[in-house]
Nanobody, 120 residues
Framework: QVQLVESGGGLVQAGGSLKLSCAAA????????MGWYRQVPGKQRELVAA???????NYADSVKGRFTISRDNAKNTVYLQMNSLKPEDTALYYC??????????????WGQGTQVTVSS
């Protein structure tokens, strides 16, 4: 069972920066992807950014050029550097890890969420 522990959320003024971290414990399979999603009340959870264990990245259009996702495979940790934050970035941010077993079955794990609030 993989556990994800997130940190780094908080309150920041518009234009400011925050860095989120997500450490995975209990990882079993080396083939995996990690990512950040966010959700506001009344809306679906949406992808913010994702990164494969090979380092390939994918970003939501709304955060391209402002957010950077990175990972440290030795620490099983993924980071999200968020710059030029906007009030519309306010959300509960979730870390997600997908692992692929030797038989091809995917296992998905979620963190508990960390709140990011951007004031105008």
């Amino acid at each position: 069972q993989v556990q994800l522990v997130e940190s780094g959320g908080g309150l920041v003024q518009a234009g400011g920066s925050l860095k989120l971290s997500c450490a995975a414990a209990g990882s079993i399979f080396s083939i995996n992807a990690m990512g950040w999603y966010r959700q506001v009340p009344g809306k679906q959870r949406e992808l913010v950014a994702a990164i494969s264990n090979a380092g390939n990245t994918n970003y939501a259009d709304s955060v391209k050029g402002r957010f950077t996702i990175s990972r440290d495979n030795a620490k099983n940790t993924v980071y999200l550097q968020m710059n030029s934050l906007k009030p519309e970035d306010t959300a509960l941010y979730y870390c997600r890890r997908t692992e692929v077993a030797d038989d091809g079955i995917e296992y998905v794990y979620w963190g508990q969420g960390t709140q990011v609030t951007v004031s105008s």
